[in-house]
Every structure is written in structure tokens, then in C-alpha cells.
């Protein structure tokens, strides 16, 4: 009964360097999602993903790229860290459909980034 | 485009007391779908409840009500006897159907300290 899970749950990088966080849920969801929280603020979509085979940019996309692996995986590649990328990231997947208890969004439990 | 407004950054709440917590959205989508989300301190997203665009009768989840008003585009939380386990920030979201892509952005939350 895993739901989301996220790795890594903390990761300190250097301006410049690159790496993905990476995304997985078991639960058949077709939609996925990436956000960013900020200290203090609300979450803003990074990218997200209607189905497996297709993605479309968010609220702040700059900076990143996505990739639907498959309908289980969806990961969040920075390319060249920024200090101005020092954020919480989360990934969420999407439950819809009434009789199964309504839409819903599950979280992972999130990714600490620093990028110095 | 779909804009989620959350004017109270800070409320305050005796314990036992009824609170509600503001929420206006603005789309052009006729099927949407409104989440209130639930932050505490340690970080994590919990799920609080959620209205659909067609749904006729509010939604409600124990303590959690959703007062959705569709002509003023509001869509209220009202917690009800208040507990101090209740201290958090919390984030109303919508999901859109625009060109068939469901993308849910959230507001900027509003910060609820229950006082004993």
C-alpha cells in the first residue's frame, strides 16, 4: 500500500549540477503532477501529466523537464541547479471517478533540495 | 486559464469554534473540480475533501464542509469545533478540463492557529 513515493527525500547540490527526482505510484492513476513549495508559500505545478506518453508545462516550468516513463513513473530532471531552485518538491498523482470515492490527490512525501 | 484566491493568509480561531476558510476560483470551464488540502508543521498533504463542478449538495467530511457557492465562484471551508490539532496551513485547489488536459493549481493557503 505504498501510494506515491518520492526519492530522494533530501538532496544538496551545487549550482550547475544536474539531477532527477524520481516518481513513482502504484495506484493506476493516469494523471500525475510535479509542484514546487517555497518557504511560507503555496504550491505552484512545475509540470504535469494527463497520461502515460504525454506531459504539458505548469505554473513554473523554467528550468525543468519531465518524463512520463511509463504509467507508473514520472520523474523531474534539473538540467543545471539554481539557487532560485532551492525548494520542497512534490509529486501527486490524481484518483478520479466517483464510485471510487472521489477525486483525490496523493502525495509523496516530498524532496528537500538545496542548491548552493 | 484557472486562478485559485486565498485572501486570508492568517486566521484565528478559539478552540471549539466554527471557522471558515476563504476560497474564490475563477475558470471558464464548465466541469472543474474543487480539493481543500491540509498542511501541518511536519510538512506532509492531507486530503480534506473535495467538490465537483456538478455536484448539487455541498460536500462534507465530518468536521470538513465545503460551502460551494458556483455563481460567486466560491468554494468555503467550514471546520467545524475547532481542535487544536487543527493548527496548520491549508490550500484550496482546483483541477480544470480545459483542452483535456486536468492540470490543479493551488492558492497561496491560508494559515490557521487554533487557540485554547
Known amino acids: 500500500n505504498a501510494g506515491v513515493t518520492q526519492t530522494p527525500k533530501f538532496q544538496v547540490l551545487k549550482t550547475g549540477q544536474s539531477m532527477t527526482l524520481q516518481c513513482a505510484q502504484d495506484?493506476?492513476?493516469?494523471?500525475m503532477y510535479w509542484y514546487r513549495q517555497d518557504p511560507g508559500m503555496g504550491l505552484r505545478l512545475i509540470y504535469y501529466?494527463?497520461?502515460?506518453?504525454?506531459?504539458d508545462k505548469g505554473e513554473v516550468p523554467n528550468g525543468y523537464n519531465v518524463s512520463r516513463l511509463n504509467k507508473r513513473e514520472f520523474s523531474l530532471r534539473l538540467e543545471s541547479a539554481a539557487p532560485s531552485q532551492t525548494s520542497v518538491y512534490f509529486c501527486?498523482?490524481?484518483?478520479?471517478?466517483?464510485?471510487?470515492?472521489?477525486?483525490?490527490?496523493?502525495f509523496g512525501s516530498g524532496t528537500q533540495l538545496s542548491v548552493l | 486559464a484557472q486562478k485559485i484566491t486565498q485572501t486570508q493568509p492568517g486566521m484565528f480561531v478559539q478552540e471549539k469554534e466554527a471557522v471558515t476558510l476563504d476560497c474564490t476560483y475563477d475558470?471558464?470551464?464548465?466541469?472543474?473540480?474543487l480539493f481543500w488540502y491540509k498542511q501541518p508543521s511536519s510538512g506532509e498533504m492531507i486530503f480534506l475533501i473535495y467538490?465537483?463542478?456538478?455536484?448539487?449538495q455541498n460536500a462534507t467530511e465530518g468536521r470538513y464542509s465545503l460551502n460551494f457557492q458556483k455563481a460567486r465562484k466560491s468554494a468555503n471551508l467550514v471546520i467545524s469545533a475547532s481542535q487544536l490539532g487543527d493548527s496548520a496551513m491549508y490550500f484550496c485547489?482546483?483541477?480544470?478540463?480545459?483542452?483535456?488536459?486536468?492540470?490543479?493549481?493551488f492558492g497561496t493557503g491560508t494559515k490557521l492557529q487554533v487557540i485554547p
Open positions: 501527486a498523482s490524481r484518483r478520479t471517478g466517483q464510485r471510487l470515492g472521489g477525486e483525490k490527490l496523493f
Open positions: 495506484m493506476n492513476h493516469n494523471s
Open positions: 501529466s494527463a497520461s502515460e506518453g504525454t506531459t
Open positions: 475558470t471558464s470551464d464548465q466541469s472543474y473540480g
Open positions: 467538490q465537483g463542478s456538478y455536484d448539487e
Open positions: 485547489a482546483m483541477r480544470g478540463s480545459s483542452g483535456g488536459y486536468q492540470k490543479v493549481t
